[in-house]
T-cell receptor, first 118, second 113 residues
């Protein structure tokens, strides 16, 4: 089946630094990738929709200058948390849609990145 | 009212029990319904998916959708300790090549040996 590889799985960074998270679709092309954030005991909250070759679409309340998204190829999307602060500590998960799967089901998730800002 | 409501639990059952997990939703445009299983500190993995109303069975798992009531269910028969995880319902109206999922909060399930 479709596989989405997300790296790193965990990262600790100092406040004020930037962190890049990568999401790759390994055996399919993903024109659209989604970035989610999940706080403890909370559901996945969509942050932004990443479209290959165009600007990402951010959800209301998500700062686009803080969470930089780049979707330069059909298999790679990156999320960069700039000038990270402790309140950015969270679990970040990407998802890619395999259009070959058909219908509205073909969402495959990465394994997530736990970011801790100290 | 949130688009998708799901009781977060936690739900604790003995091994072998039948588990019932549910979600309600408010958007009648939703057509695709999914259940994801998420282990601690991992990304969600697709467990079951259903289009429109009806039932779908896969091994010990049965998914039901009642669009008239805006209610979906996941049943787990002969539950095992390995089923212990958080179960998230998700749904989409999927109007074309793009579309995103709306998730419930997830129900944390613990199956005791």
């Amino acid at each position: 089946g479709a596989v989405v590889s997300q790296h790193p799985s965990w990262v600790i960074c100092k406040s004020g630094t930037s962190v890049k998270i990568e999401c790759r679709s390994l055996d399919f092309q993903a024109t659209t990738m989604f970035w989610y954030r999940q706080f403890p005991k909370q559901s996945l909250m969509l942050m932004a929709t990443s479209n290959e070759g165009s600007k990402a679409t951010y959800e209301q309340g998500v700062e686009k200058d803080k969470f930089l998204i780049n979707h330069a190829s059909l298999t790679l999307s990156t999320l960069t948390v700039t000038s990270a602060h402790p309140e950015d500590s969270s679990f970040y998960i990407c998802s890619a849609r395999d259009v070959g799967m058909g219908g509205g089901y073909g969402y495959t998730f990465g394994s997530g990145t736990r970011l801790t800002v100290v | 009212q949130k688009e998708v409501e799901q009781d977060p639990g936690p739900l604790s059952v003995p091994e072998g029990a039948i588990v019932s997990l549910n979600c309600t939703y408010s958007n009648s445009a939703f057509q695709y319904f999914m259940w994801y299983r998420q282990y601690s500190r991992k990304g969600p993995e697709l467990l079951m998916y259903t289009y429109s109303s009806g039932n779908k069975e896969d091994g010990r798992f049965t998914a039901q959708v009642d669009k008239s009531s805006k209610y979906i269910s996941l049943f787990i028969r002969d539950s095992q300790p390995s089923d212990s995880a958080t179960y998230l319902c998700a749904m989409s109206n999927y109007g074309g090549s793009q579309g995103n999922l709306i998730f419930g909060k997830g129900t944390k399930l613990s199956v005791k040996p």
